[in-house]
């Protein structure tokens, strides 16, 4: 449903541009993965991305990254990269109580081991940027691997599906097709002569931006849906290895987080059931 493809955000940022957007940098409040912040760079434009997400934001600073890092940088860390071992790492309750309720702790204990070795080999990397990547490619392996589906909406049951294929050979692959991706990255960047735009990302609230009143040229974004209407009525849910393992967020966090979204199917309203003020407010504005 409405997808918010690349050639959509750059036609976007194309008109802010034709309107005037250069008195300022492009500002998406609902970074996400980072495409708005991909196609102003790509543009010469200076560009800032928020998200209340710190796995969002995340991807979408690694995806900036791949910009700047040569293929030598990039194959040079995923060498120090090397096997992964050693670490520890515990899956959030949430996800745990479904190994147990199968009688399936030996295969989760299994998983940890994997999670927290792969963990432990990015303490290895030297380079920031190369280290934000094969963060990436680790957290998209694990997504790949634990598959969250919600049954139902607003009751918060969930399958949880595995998939057969190893994690390490997921993981692997990704690092194996992140230097391909790299290659192109740098082949067009030359081709066509771009010097990429500065950009940034901010992890933070939209409805609470930390910029200067007539500090941003335009907004270009893609709001998010309502969690039901989606079909993915819990994001915390399903990124939650992801985001316990990288140490974006505890599993404490998780829950407090789960209570706070709008829209959430599990968000706690002020005593006696009313919305809070600033949703009203929103609604009104």
């Known amino acids: 449903k409405a997808k918010y493809f690349p050639r959509f955000a750059r036609t976007l940022v194309a008109g802010a541009i034709e309107s005037g957007g250069r ?7 609902f970074v996400g993965s980072g495409t708005t912040l991909i196609e102003s760079s790509l543009l010469g434009v200076e560009s800032l991305g928020v998200d209340i997400d710190p796995l969002s934001v995340l991807i979408s600073q690694a995806k900036l990254d791949l910009m700047t890092i040569s293929v030598g940088e990039l194959k040079a860390s995923i060498d120090q990269l090397g096997q ?3 670490g520890s790492y515990k899956m959030p309750p949430v996800m745990a109580r479904k190994f147990e309720r199968k009688g399936e702790l030996e295969r989760q204990a299994e998983f940890e081991t ?4 792969w963990v432990s080999a990015l303490g290895r990397v030297e380079d920031e940027r190369c280290r934000r990547v094969l963060s990436v490619c680790i957290s998209d392996g694990i997504a790949r691997k634990f598959n969250v589906r919600m049954m139902g909406t607003g009751v918060g049951r969930f399958a949880l599906e595995v998939r057969k294929t190893g994690l390490n050979r997921l993981i692997e692959r990704n690092l194996q097709s992140v230097v391909g991706r790299a290659a192109v990255v740098k082949g067009m960047l ?12 901010l992890k933070g609230d939209a409805t609470s931006l ?16 309502l969690p039901a209407a989606s079909g993915r009525e819990d994001y915390l849910v399903g990124k939650s290895i992801s985001l316990t393992a990288l140490g974006l967020m505890s599993s404490d966090e998780i829950e407090v987080a789960r ?22 407010d929103l609604v009104q504005w």
Not at 114 to 117: D, E, Q, R, S, Y
Not at 259 to 278: D, E, V, Y
């Open 259 to 280: 209570g706070g979204s709008i829209g959430s199917m599990k968000a706690r309203t002020q005593t006696g059931g009313a919305l809070p003020a600033s949703v009203s």
């Open 23 to 29: 008195s300022g940098p492009i500002l998406d409040p």
């Open 84 to 86: 992964p071992s050693g």
């Open 114 to 117: 994997t999670i927290a070795g």
């Open 210 to 225: 930390p910029f200067e009143s007539n500090s941003i040229g335009s907004i270009v974004t893609s709001p998010p849906y």
């Open 190 to 201: 030359q081709a066509y002569g771009i010097e990429v735009a500065g950009s940034s990302v």
